[in-house]
């Protein structure tokens, strides 16, 4: 976009309170501002100029802003569109974003608000493709889900709509949240995450809010909460699903009135986040139940991304290997071994139900293990309790699978036993669920100790 293009700023209102408002305020600003009282006079301003921002009042004389966010976003996509509404109307505003909006403001307009509005339309037009890609990159694969998932990253990365985050544990969704953070124009700014299901029920308002100095027994200092840590910048909330009923109020209007008010605080404190939220519940089902609130949920639930299971992207194991082993071996500040062919086969198979967590955590113990220039398959069991002659010979087992299972099953025991039998510790060290392990566990009981010497 050329310095001229970018100097222009459409407002599309049809009251001359506001545009005056706005004209006058975009000036100050460096703005040149084309002013339209109507979605005709709009479509003909976007005609003569190319612009760096648009402003549209959702409720217009001939139509809706909405009609008008659908129009750029298919003739003039880099454009970047806010919304204007009703202070009542903040429904329209969440459609808008859904349209292809990057945010919106309520009426009456707050000139501090504007002014971070616009310098964050101003960071995507000069944002380069380059700085966009450097969180993408991190994802890694080359599977056909993994290309789908950085395309739609790249898209969100241009819109401060919220995000809602759904997959399997260990599939990477704060990866895919801090891609979406670094990809867009809040990059520079804090990217804070928090795991509502780790934090007790009793700390969390706190926690997210923050608190005045003996707001209650035990409050020796005034904290800043996990909001405004994150202001002007991105908050992931993962689990939302965990979080109580009573706390899910005062979490659906901190983001209904973008602001916050302290534990022991008399007054309300403004703040300019991001929203991301994950979780591997289901809250279409929580919302029927009545455990989770519908409100919250449609306030969320703006634009939902699914991140993709291992299982599904089996193919890009070979490329997760080799980045996790680089990652382990910088960590441990050691070079990243090779990985034996025949252990990289073993790990293709491998269902994952734990997905990349499981992954990564049996590549860190397998580089603990390793005593040569490559992990083998031996490195991949438990602590090197499969011993040379148990495990599974080509020469024995010509069935391929027959060698899996065997593999497999000696690994589970003998995590099981370092465990101590405590199914929910060696859950926990195997990054998979307690109900999977156990299914496995069965499985490995039907097809009998040593199935590989039958």
Same mark, same amino acid.
């Given at each position: 976009?050329?310095?001229k293009?970018?100097?222009?700023?459409?407002?599309?209102?049809?009251?001359?309170?506001?545009?005056?408002?706005?004209?006058?305020?975009?000036?100050?600003?460096?703005f040149s501002?084309?002013?339209?009282?109507?979605?005709?006079?709009?479509?003909?301003?976007l005609?003569?100029?190319?612009?760096a921002?648009?402003l549209?009042?959702?409720r217009?004389?001939?139509?809706?802003?909405?009609?008008?966010?659908?129009h750029?976003?298919?003739? !003039?996509?880099?454009? &970047?569109?806010?919304?204007?509404?009703?202070?009542?109307?903040?429904? +329209?505003?969440? #459609? %808008? /974003?859904? $349209?292809?909006?990057?945010?919106?403001?309520?009426?009456?307009?707050?000139?501090?608000?504007?002014?971070?509005?616009?310098?964050?339309?101003?960071?995507? !037009?000069?944002?380069? &493709?380059?700085?966009a890609?450097?969180?993408?990159e991190?994802?890694? +694969?080359?599977? #056909? %889900? /993994?290309? $789908?998932?950085?395309?739609?990253i790249q898209l969100?990365a241009?819109?401060n709509?919220?995000?809602?985050?759904?997959?399997?544990?260990?599939?990477?969704?704060?990866?895919s949240?801090?891609a979406?953070?670094?990809?867009?124009?809040?990059?520079?700014?804090?990217?804070?995450?928090?795991?509502? $299901?780790?934090?007790?029920?009793g700390?969390?308002?706190?926690?997210?809010f923050?608190?005045?100095?003996?707001?209650?027994?035990?409050?020796?200092?005034?904290r800043e909460?996990?909001?405004?840590?994150?202001?002007?910048?991105?908050?992931f909330?993962d689990e939302?699903g965990?979080?109580p009923? $009573?706390?899910?109020?005062?979490?659906?209007?901190?983001?209904?009135?973008?602001?916050?008010?302290?534990?022991g605080?008399?007054?309300?404190?403004?703040?300019?986040?991001?929203?991301?939220?994950a979780?591997?519940?289901?809250?279409q089902?929580?919302?029927?139940?009545g455990t989770?609130?519908?409100?919250?949920?449609?306030?969320i639930?703006?634009?939902?991304?699914?991140?993709p299971?291992?299982?599904?992207?089996?193919?890009?194991?070979?490329?997760?290997?080799?980045?996790?082993?680089?990652?382990?071996?910088?960590r441990?500040?050691?070079?990243?071994p090779?990985?034996?062919a025949?252990?990289l086969?073993?790990?293709?198979?491998?269902?994952f139900p734990?997905?990349?967590?499981?992954?990564?955590?049996?590549?860190?113990?397998?580089?603990?293990l390793h005593?040569?220039?490559?992990?083998?398959?031996?490195d991949?069991?438990?602590?090197?309790?499969?011993?040379?002659?148990?495990?599974?010979?080509?020469?024995?087992?010509?069935?391929?699978a027959?060698?899996?299972?065997?593999a497999e099953?000696?690994?589970?025991r003998?995590?099981l036993a370092?465990?101590?039998?405590?199914?929910?510790?060696?859950a926990?060290?195997l990054?998979?669920?307690q109900?999977s392990?156990?299914?496995?566990?069965q499985?490995?009981?039907?097809?009998?100790?040593?199935?590989?010497?039958t």
């Amino acid at each position: 976009m050329n310095e001229k293009a970018a100097s222009w700023a459409l407002v599309l209102d049809d009251e001359q309170t506001i545009t005056e408002l706005l004209d006058i305020t975009l000036a100050e600003m460096g703005f040149s501002v084309q002013v339209a009282h109507d979605l005709r006079g709009a479509r003909e301003a976007l005609e003569l100029h190319s612009y760096a921002l648009c402003l549209t009042d959702l409720r217009l004389p001939d139509g809706s802003g909405l009609d008008f966010v659908r129009h750029i976003h298919r003739h !003039a996509p880099q454009v &970047p569109v806010a919304v204007i509404t009703a202070y009542s109307s903040t429904e +329209g505003a969440v #459609e %808008a /974003m859904q $349209a292809g909006a990057f945010d919106f403001m309520t009426k009456p307009i707050d000139l501090k608000r504007l002014r971070r509005l616009v310098e964050q339309a101003r960071a995507l !037009a000069v944002l380069t &493709p380059d700085g966009a890609n450097n969180g993408i990159e991190r994802l890694v +694969g080359d599977s #056909e %889900a /993994m290309r $789908a998932l950085r395309q739609q990253i790249q898209l969100l990365a241009r819109s401060n709509a919220p995000v809602f985050l759904t997959g399997e544990s260990g599939t990477g969704k704060e990866l895919s949240a801090r891609a979406i953070h670094d990809a867009g124009p809040r990059r520079d700014k804090p990217f804070i995450a928090v795991n509502c $299901a780790a934090i007790p029920e009793g700390l969390l308002e706190s926690e997210l809010f923050g608190s005045e100095k003996g707001a209650f027994t035990g409050a020796n200092q005034k904290r800043e909460g996990l909001f405004l840590a994150a202001d002007s910048g991105t908050l992931f909330l993962d689990e939302i699903g965990d979080v109580p009923m $009573a706390m899910q109020v005062k979490l659906l209007r901190a983001l209904q009135e973008r602001s916050i008010r302290p534990i022991g605080a008399s007054s309300e404190v403004p703040v300019d986040i991001r929203l991301i939220t994950a979780t591997h519940r289901n809250l279409q089902e929580m919302v029927h139940a009545g455990t989770f609130r519908a409100d919250l949920y449609y306030r969320i639930h703006v634009v939902p991304l699914q991140i993709p299971p291992l299982r599904q992207r089996q193919g890009d194991i070979p490329l997760l290997v080799a980045a996790l082993l680089r990652k382990i071996a910088q960590r441990q500040g050691k070079a990243p071994p090779s990985m034996e062919a025949g252990a990289l086969h073993w790990l293709a198979q491998q269902p994952f139900p734990g997905n990349v967590r499981e992954l990564e955590n049996l590549l860190e113990r397998a580089f603990a293990l390793h005593a040569g220039a490559e992990i083998t398959l031996q490195d991949l069991s438990a602590e090197g309790t499969i011993r040379p002659a148990q495990m599974p010979s080509m020469a024995r087992l010509s069935p391929l699978a027959e060698r899996l299972q065997s593999a497999e099953q000696e690994f589970l025991r003998a995590q099981l036993a370092a465990a101590r039998n405590d199914v929910t510790i060696c859950a926990q060290n195997l990054g998979i669920g307690q109900r999977s392990l156990a299914l496995r566990l069965q499985l490995c009981e039907k097809r009998g100790p040593h199935a590989d010497n039958t």
